[in-house]
């Protein structure tokens, strides 16, 4: 709380990523949810064609009935979740 009050920002340290870094984070972290991750949002907020570069990956994740892709979110299902690290890994 000290720190907010002097600073604004309850922010300890920071650390600078690459695009490429802050990518493979969202595409980790947003798998996770049940809603999945949005990669039109994702392709807007760092300027990179994501559902292009990653299409066949996408695509080999619906076929073998991990998740949906509805041409914007890819949602992993139960399946899928149950599996979220083999299946993030595809995106490193």
Same mark, same amino acid.
């Given at each position: $709380? =000290?720190?907010? *009050?002097?600073?604004?920002?309850? *922010?300890?340290?920071?650390?600078?990523?690459?695009? *490429?870094?802050? %990518? +493979? *984070?969202? $595409?980790?972290?947003?798998?996770?949810?049940? =809603?999945?991750?949005?990669? /039109?949002?994702?392709?807007?907020? %760092?300027? %990179?064609?994501? #559902?292009? +570069?990653?299409?066949?990956?996408?695509? #080999?994740?619906?076929?073998?009935?991990?998740?949906?892709?509805?041409? /914007?979110? %890819?949602?992993?299902?139960?399946?899928?979740?149950?599996?979220?690290?083999?299946?993030?890994?595809?995106?490193?």
């Amino acid at each position: $709380m =000290e720190r907010v *009050e002097r600073s604004g920002t309850g *922010e300890s340290s920071s650390e600078l990523v690459s695009p *490429e870094e802050h %990518l +493979r *984070e969202r $595409m980790f972290t947003g798998l996770r949810l049940v =809603e999945g991750i949005d990669l /039109a949002d994702l392709e807007r907020d %760092l300027d %990179l064609p994501v #559902r292009d +570069r990653y299409s066949s990956r996408i695509q #080999r994740i619906v076929s073998e009935g991990l998740g949906s892709f509805d041409g /914007a979110v %890819l949602r992993l299902n139960d399946r899928g979740l149950d599996l979220h690290s083999e299946v993030s890994l595809r995106f490193f």
